[in-house]
């Protein structure tokens, strides 16, 4: 009987709870704050058993991590090394769907004097994002051609009869982490030319894509893109950009929001006596009363602009009181954003995922190659931000209990050993690329 310890009960987390609960041989914890969403996730399944645990009562979590063949961290990112030191003290696999530290790439050399794998990475981006791109290079490596281009672009967005609202989105995921992408700067290669955006020009670097089955959709940056030239190999590239999809206007909006201090996470407590008229107010030096002349005047655009209408639907110029933990502008957006921009019963998600190569081949022969994966969350059950992030780390723990990953060390899963037998498995699920290969002159 192989134990897998899940640490965190949260939104994305019941797709992967299910899946390693349906395989034989296993038993599933799942350590939450609140014991409920456990309970609620195991559905009182034979092989399922809840615990109340937090990170910060060490000696339960030790003995959990102790207790376990492998450890997933679905917990914030900021804990996942003080979970990987507690598995390396036991011998304990571990699996992440965040991106690696460097404190955790620290921890290498010890894992793999132990025999442990610490697989990070392994959930949809990063993780399928990596999985699909390593595996199309490769087969173009194979061919005996070199990849001279990549970009690659991902957004989880509503699915189109869900898209009701004037931002074109809804949060599937961390409000705050959304919004904090905002603060990112953004550094790619662009046909030679190495491209560094300051965070205050992120949303002013926007492009519009034409995806298939989708429509229009604009994307802009998304943090350093020139780590994946040598994490891909891409040395012969001209081009390596990554970036985010979003539906036409986000970028517009944002880039306001980012510019009027709305992102700012400093401590106010006198905000929590306010309006969101006085809070946007004391953002412009303005009054509440005529605020949305005001605003429309600050931002030098026409009152029927669609950011002004925006910022009116939201209910920035209204005289809701404003409510967050803790008190900063930031918290206050996110808790206004989550409950105005959630998702109502029933309506799905979707996620958006392409991949555009352009590989040369000996004798001169080009040809553009597009990896598209589109999948939609399934109405009343599983959102499809939940599935593509939980359960390529779910596959992935399977497969380490049953011996076919037999690595060692801090690894991401940029490997055929781990890319081929996890892409299969999703592919089961429907969740799968559909490429096309277009002959270039």
């Known amino acids: 009987m192989k134990k897998v310890l899940v640490l965190g009960a949260g939104l994305v987390s019941r797709p992967l709870v299910r899946y390693l609960l349906d395989q034989p041989d296993t038993q599933v914890i799942i350590a939450s704050r609140t014991v409920s969403k ?26 959990l991590v102790a207790d376990a063949d492998v450890a997933i961290s679905l917990l914030p990112w900021i804990y996942h090394v003080q979970v990987a030191e507690l598995c390396l003290k036991h011998k304990t696999n571990l699996v992440t769907t965040s991106y690696v530290s460097p404190a955790m790439r620290a921890l290498d050399q010890q894992a793999r004097d132990q025999g442990l794998l610490f697989l990070n990475e392994i959930g949809l981006d990063p993780g399928i994002d990596h999985m ?5 290079i490769h087969e173009v490596e194979h061919k005996g051609g070199r990849v001279t281009s990549f970009e690659s672009v991902c957004g989880g967005l509503p699915a189109p009869e869900a898209n009701d609202n004037p931002f074109g989105y809804k949060f599937s995921w961390s409000p705050r982490g959304v919004l904090l992408a905002g603060r990112n700067s953004a550094h790619f290669l662009k046909d030679g030319k190495d491209m560094v955006i300051e965070n205050k020009d992120l949303f002013r670097t926007v492009a519009i894509k034409d995806v298939r089955g989708l429509g229009w959709l604009e994307l802009y940056p998304n943090r350093d893109s020139m780590l994946y030239q040598d994490l891909y ?16 206007g986000w970028c517009e909006t944002l880039e306001k929001v980012v510019r009027l201090g709305f992102l700012n996470d400093t401590e106010r407590p006198e905000i929590l006596g306010w309006t969101w008229a006085q809070l946007t107010a004391s953002l412009i030096n303005a009054k509440p009363e005529g605020l949305k002349a005001a605003m429309a005047k600050h931002l030098e655009l026409p009152e029927v602009h669609d950011v002004i209408k925006r910022f009116e639907w939201l209910g920035l110029f209204s005289d809701e009181p404003v409510k967050c933990d803790p ?60 599935r593509t992030v939980s ?3 779910a596959v992935a723990v399977k497969l380490m209990n049953q011996g076919k990953i ?26 799968k690329f559909v490429d096309t290969f277009k002959p270039l002159a």
């Open 38 to 63: 456990a309970e609620a996730l195991i559905e009182k399944h034979p092989a399922g058993k809840a615990v109340a645990a937090t990170v910060q009562e060490k000696e339960k979590l030790e003995a």
């Open 132 to 136: 699909s791109a390593m595996k199309m």
């Open 233 to 248: 190999g891409l040395k012969d590239a001209r081009t390596i950009f990554r970036g985010t999809f979003r539906n036409p």
């Open 327 to 386: 008190p900063t502008v930031l918290d206050a957006l996110t808790a206004l954003m989550e409950r105005k921009m959630a998702y109502k019963p029933g309506e799905r998600d979707l996620v958006v995922l392409q991949h555009e190569f352009i590989a040369e081949y000996p004798g001169g022969r080009k040809e553009a190659i597009t990896s598209l994966l589109v999948d939609y969350g399934i109405p009343y059950g599983d959102s499809s931000m939940a």
């Open 391 to 393: 359960l390529p780390a």
């Open 406 to 431: 037999k690595l060692t060390g801090v690894h991401i899963p940029t490997v055929p050993e781990v890319y081929e037998p996890v892409l299969a498995e999703l592919e089961k699920m429907n969740i």
